[in-house]
Nanobody, 114 residues
Framework: QVKLVESGGGLVQPGGSLRLSCAAS???????MSWYRQAPGKQRELVAT???????MYADSVEGRFTISRDNAEKMVYLEMNSLKPEDTAVYYC?????????WGQGTQVTVSS
């Protein structure tokens, strides 16, 4: 079973940037990877997904501000977040789904506040 560990969260001012990382203990080659987030009192929502083949996809709320990327050789997935807003505040989770796996990381807190 692959394990996912997120890092890079923290406190940032509105308009700032943050880069989240997701490290996988096993291969991510050939599987889709995603970032989700969950704010207090709200449902978990899909932020971005990057398929094994094809273009990344983004939630409307982050389109143009966030960029998801992957490095299969390094077994890493990233989420570059720019122009951050207070409503981006949430715990961000990395997710891997394949035919026989549905794996979540422990989450990393992102707080956008002045």
């Amino acid at each position: 079973q692959v394990k996912l560990v997120e890092s890079g969260g923290g406190l940032v001012q509105p308009g700032g940037s943050l880069r989240l990382s997701c490290a996988a203990s096993g291969t991510i080659f050939g599987v889709g990877m995603s970032w989700y987030r969950q704010a207090p009192g709200k449902q978990r929502e899909l932020v971005a997904t990057i398929p094994s083949i094809g273009a990344p996809m983004y939630a409307d709320s982050v389109e143009g501000r966030f960029t998801i990327s992957r490095d299969n050789a390094e077994k890493m997935v990233y989420l570059e977040m720019n122009s951050l807003k207070p409503e981006d505040t949430a715990v961000y989770y990395c997710n891997l789904v394949s035919w026989n796996q549905n794996v979540w990381g422990q989450g990393t807190q992102v707080t956008v506040s002045s």
